[in-house]
C-alpha cells in the first residue's frame, strides 16, 4: 500500500469533496457573522441640568451585557441622581458555544479536505478513515443543532436585553426629576443571519452522513446481508 503524496483535485468536483468545500464556507460565514458583531443601544435622558442627552451602551462579541454600562449624561451625573446603569445577562457561554463550533469546524474541513486532495487513495484503502470521517460528522452535526438553537434563544434574550424594555429596569431613571425614553438599538439583521448559517451547517453536515457512510465498509456490508436472500432463491 501506498501512503505517498498524490494530489488530485478532481475529488473537489465529487459529492464528498463538494461538499466539504461548502461546510468549510458555510462555517466561515457562521464563524463571522456571529463573533464580528459590534452594536449599542442608545437612551434619551432628562435630568437636573440636562435636557434631551442621548446616553448610550456599546455592547459586541461575546456578549456579557451585565458589564457594559451607560455613558453618563453629563460629567457631573445629572448632579448626583445619576448612577451607573449597565445591562442585564450574560449570553457569552451560547456565544462563544457556537463561534468555537465554527471555528473548530473550519480547522476539521481544512484537514479534511488535505486527506481527500492528497491521500484519497488511502482513505480509500484503510477503513478506519471513512469510518472516523462518519462519527466526526454525526457529532458535527449534533453539536450544530444544539448550538444553534442554544444561540438562537440566546440571541431573543439579548434583543430583550437591549430594547425598550430596559427602561424601566434602570434605577437612575426612577430619580426624582429625571426621565429616560428608548431611542434606538443597532440591527442584529446580522445575528439573524449566523442562525441561518448554524441551521444550513447543521442540515448539510447531516446530509453528508449519508455520503461518508457509502465510503465505509458499513454500507458495502448491508449491501451485500441484503443481495444475500435474493441469491439463495
Known sequence: MMVGLRMDFSVLLEPLGF????????????????????????????????????????????????????????????????????????????????VTLAALVFLYCIAALVVY?????????????????????????????????????????????TGASIVPEIESCKAPGTTCHFLSVTSMGILNVSVVFGLLNMILWAGNIWLIYKETNLHSQWNRISESPTERV
Do not use: M
Not at 453629563?74 to 456565544?95: E, H, M, V
Open 19 to 98: 461538499v466539504k468545500v461548502l461546510e468549510w464556507v458555510l462555517a466561515i460565514f457562521a464563524f463571522a457573522t456571529c463573533g464580528g458583531f459590534q452594536g449599542e443601544t442608545a437612551l434619551l435622558v432628562s435630568c437636573e441640568g440636562v435636557v434631551n442627552k442621548t446616553v448610550t451602551a456599546a455592547f459586541a462579541y461575546p456578549f456579557r451585557l451585565n458589564t457594559v454600562a451607560f455613558s453618563a449624561p453629563d460629567p457631573k451625573g445629572c448632579r448626583g441622581t445619576w448612577t451607573d446603569a449597565y445591562l442585564i445577562g450574560n449570553f457569552s457561554s451560547s456565544a462563544q458555544f457556537f
Open 117 to 161: 486532495i492528497g491521500y484519497n487513495h488511502v482513505y480509500e484503502e484503510i477503513n478506519k478513515f471513512p469510518l472516523t470521517d462518519l462519527a466526526i460528522s454525526v457529532l458535527t452535526a449534533f453539536l450544530w443543532l444544539v448550538s444553534t438553537f442554544v444561540w438562537a434563544k440566546a440571541l431573543a434574550d439579548i434583543k430583550v436585553s
